[in-house]
Each structure stands twice: as structure tokens, then as C-alpha cells.
Nanobody, 124 residues
Framework: QEQLVESGGGLVQAGGSLKLSCAAS????????MGWIRQAPGKEREFVAG????????FYSDLVKGRFTISRDNAKNTVYLEMNNLKPEDTAVYYC?????????????????WGRGTQVTVSS
């Protein structure tokens, strides 16, 4: 059974850093585009960052570009999100997701597998 498990969330002060991890099992991780999506309280889920199966292409929301970095290790079936210069508006539950097929985009419907999320709270 496909499973995505996020870790690394927590409470951090504004300007601080966190690194999220997502371990995948039960799916062909190395052929999937992986993404990070977040949902703040009272708001809809929004795309944060994505990375293609071979790490050749990465893509980001304008809200996090230059502060967040997505990466992956196919040998470990793990995708990461390094978050720097965190802001209070980055507070959200962060979800890891895998593409339905090979390709996924900023469109959340292109992701077919989701983790349960990890809470990130940034205090001012």
C-alpha cells in the first residue's frame, strides 16, 4: 500500500529554518514527480514546491521562491523541503504528495498520493 510519511515540522521563530522530510513506500518513488503542498488554518491547500523524478526540474510558488529548496534522494525514497527565512505566514500543515503518473504540476489534482502532513508554526 502506498504511504507517504512526513516529519521535521515544529515551532520556529521568524527568520529561522526547518527541514522537512517525506519517506515514501509502496510506490515507484523514482518515477514520480514529488511535491510539497501546505494548508493554513481557514485557507485552501496551496502548492509550495515540486521536483521531477530525476531532480532535473524544480518549481516553486512565488511565495517561497528563494527561501525554500526541494530535493530528493531516490536511493532513500525520500523527498525534502528545506525552509529558510521562515515567516509567520508560512505557518501551515505541510503535506508531501506524489504524482498520479510521472508528471505533476502546480495543479493539486495532478497528485494522487498524499501524506497526513506535518505542522509548521512560525512565531513572530
Amino acid at each position: 500500500q502506498e504511504q507517504l510519511v512526513e516529519s521535521g515540522g515544529g515551532l520556529v521563530q521568524a527568520g529561522g529554518s526547518l527541514k522537512l522530510s517525506c519517506a515514501a513506500s509502496g510506490l515507484t518513488f523514482s518515477s514520480k514527480t514529488m511535491g510539497w503542498i501546505r494548508q493554513a488554518p481557514g485557507k485552501e491547500r496551496e502548492f509550495v514546491a515540486g521536483i521531477t523524478w530525476n531532480s532535473e526540474h524544480t518549481f516553486y510558488s512565488d511565495l517561497v521562491k528563494g527561501r525554500f529548496t526541494i530535493s530528493r534522494d531516490n536511493a532513500k525514497n525520500t523527498v525534502y523541503l528545506e525552509m529558510n527565512n521562515l515567516k509567520p505566514e508560512d505557518t501551515a500543515v505541510y503535506y508531501c504528495a506524489a504524482s498520479r503518473g510521472i508528471i505533476a504540476t502546480v495543479d493539486l489534482s495532478s497528485y494522487g498520493y498524499w501524506g497526513r502532513g506535518t505542522q509548521v508554526t512560525v512565531s513572530s
